[in-house]
Nanobody, 115 residues
Framework: QVQLVESGGGLVQTGGSLRLACPASGSVSSFDAMGWYRQAPGKQRELVAVVTSGGGPNYADSMKGRFTISRDDAKNTVYLQMNSLKPEDTAVYYC?????????WGQGTQVTVSS
């Protein structure tokens, strides 16, 4: 059993910053990939950023230069530093982890950017 618990969401003004964190607990000590997706109201869930074990990060184009994903394997935790936030970044942000053919999701944390 794997649990992913996001934290760090909240309300921020345009141009502000937030840092999301997602520690993983349970039966997997090293995931093949960890990352973040988001889902805005009325829209499909979309990739924000993913980092693979031993590989570099991949970002959605609209997040490049503003968001930074990092991973602490010793803590089995993935982070997302979000800068220069825009109202269109408002969404529920979900933590994601992959191990073999298994995919895991957190419950999500709300990020709201006011104009």
């Amino acid at each position: 059993q794997v649990q992913l618990v996001e934290s760090g969401g909240g309300l921020v003004q345009t141009g502000g910053s937030l840092r999301l964190a997602c520690p993983a607990s349970g039966s997997v000590s090293s995931f093949d990939a960890m990352g973040w997706y988001r889902q805005a109201p009325g829209k499909q869930r979309e990739l924000v950023a993913v980092v693979t074990s031993g590989g570099g990060p991949n970002y959605a184009d609209s997040m490049k230069g503003r968001f930074t994903i990092s991973r602490d394997d010793a803590k089995n935790t993935v982070y997302l530093q979000m800068n220069s936030l825009k109202p269109e970044d408002t969404a529920v942000y979900y933590c994601y982890a992959k191990w073999g053919t298994e995919h895991y999701w957190g419950q999500g944390t709300q990020v709201t950017v006011s104009s």
